[in-house]
């Protein structure tokens, strides 16, 4: 019975990786364009896409309409996130160096470098809503600060190496 049921997991994600590779192969023009957009981070393998300040990354696309209300949130709320540390862990895994990382690697003049690492994290997702309520209700940085690390200080991974406001 072990042997059969390890040649059907085998089986599926046979299946399953011709499906992704018959997908890639059937792209259009456009979609090896957007393609061109993007990147992954050579330290998590996360999908990282460049565009306009007022544009979302094409990743989201796929997702739940919260998950890009999150995204817009983390764009809105930049000057919050950057001093709120992310308990999943991506500190180590990814290099992030704040909550704001998990869904914007760099904002620069006119463009944003997304990352879509949060797209796949629940408690980034939640921080991010949490300290943007928080920022929303009157809390100032060093408040939402205090309420994320002693809300997430246990039973979570290692904080990011994110800096303390001043």
């Not at 456009?30 to 061109?36: G, K, Y």
């Not at 460049?50 to 796929?62: D, G, I, S, W």
């Not at 919050?80 to 999943?88: D, G, N």
């Amino acid at each position: 019975m072990n042997k059969l049921y390890i040649v059907l997991i085998l089986l599926i994600l046979l299946i399953a990786c011709n499906e992704e590779s018959a997908q890639h192969e059937k792209k259009s023009p456009m979609e090896h364009h957007e393609e061109s957009h993007t990147q992954h981070n050579p330290l998590s393998g996360d999908l990282q896409e460049l565009t306009a300040k007022e544009e979302l990354p094409a990743f989201l696309k796929e997702k739940h309409e919260t998950v890009s209300a999150v995204y817009k949130i983390a764009l809105e709320y930049a000057d919050v996130l950057e001093w709120i540390p992310c308990y999943c862990g991506c500190g180590e895994s990814a290099g992030h160096r704040s909550s704001l990382n998990c869904f914007i690697a760099e904002i620069r003049e006119d463009e944003v470098l997304w990352d879509d690492h949060g797209t796949r994290c629940q408690v980034c997702l939640e921080i991010a809503v949490e300290s943007a309520k928080r920022a929303k209700d009157g809390k100032s940085i060093q408040e939402i600060r205090t309420y994320i690390d002693e809300k997430y200080q246990e039973g979570y991974s290692t904080p990011t190496p994110t800096e303390m406001p001043a």
